[in-house]
């Protein structure tokens, strides 16, 4: 079975990308650290024990990664969207059997490979031209090691998720592909004309959108 993991804002650069989460939000998300496999780095903000939500970009301290970055993050798509603005760009699933998923997951996209984060290692599904199904709308899936989940270990600054829109003009398509590997009243599909993803997100400071 599946359930939600993080949800991601994307952009060119961390700063620019913790300020305008900060402006959305009223909160100042910590920092995370290196992915050294893919070149990028983040900032993590808890928002439930087994939830958070994940500020990340390209590192520019980093080696040149020798792949693709994930979430399409190296595509001129990708790159032109977030020159406009730092937005939220995908969400995450975890699961317990990443191999198993990604081979029974209609949709999931795969290999898996290990990435780390300090003394943290866990296996992602990521194409190898980093590419992420449906743009986006359709969550990657990712599989931590035994053990406490790491948003258990992050700060506690007062925030929760409340729901998660994922708008696309494949959103029927792609609710039924998950329907029968998990359930979430929080994550609601809704057709659209493109990919938007809107959270909205319980704060100190009120409920708070970010979309």
Do not use: Y
């Not at 290999?111 to 190898?128: E, H, K, M, Q, S």
Request: proline fraction near 10%; charge should be negative.
């Amino acid at each position: 079975m599946l359930q939600l993991d993080h949800i991601t804002i994307a952009a060119l650069d961390l700063a620019s990308g913790v300020a305008w989460a900060r402006d959305k939000l009223g909160i100042d998300i910590p920092p995370g650290g290196q992915h050294p496999l893919m070149g990028t780095h983040n900032h993590l903000l808890r928002l439930a024990d087994d939830l958070f939500l994940e500020v990340i970009a390209p590192d520019p301290a980093a080696a040149a990664p020798t792949r693709a970055r994930w979430f399409g993050l190296d595509s001129p798509a990708a790159r032109q969207a977030l020159a406009r603005s730092p937005r939220l760009w995908t969400w995450v699933a975890h699961c317990n059997d990443l191999d198993h998923a990604l081979r029974h997951i209609e949709g999931s996209a795969g290999p898996a490979v290990r990435v780390t984060r300090g003394a943290l290692a866990w296996r992602i599904g990521v194409p190898d031209d980093g590419h992420m199904p449906f743009d986006g709308a359709f969550p990657t899936l990712i599989e931590w090691p035994p053990g406490p989940h790491p948003a258990s270990r992050m700060v506690d600054l007062g925030c929760s998720l409340l729901t998660f829109t994922v708008q696309h003009p494949h959103a029927r398509q792609i609710a039924a592909q998950l329907e029968p590997h998990w359930h979430d009243a929080r994550v609601v599909f809704e057709p659209g004309p493109a990919c938007r993803l809107v959270a909205q997100i319980h704060t100190p400071g009120g409920v708070r959108v970010l979309g």
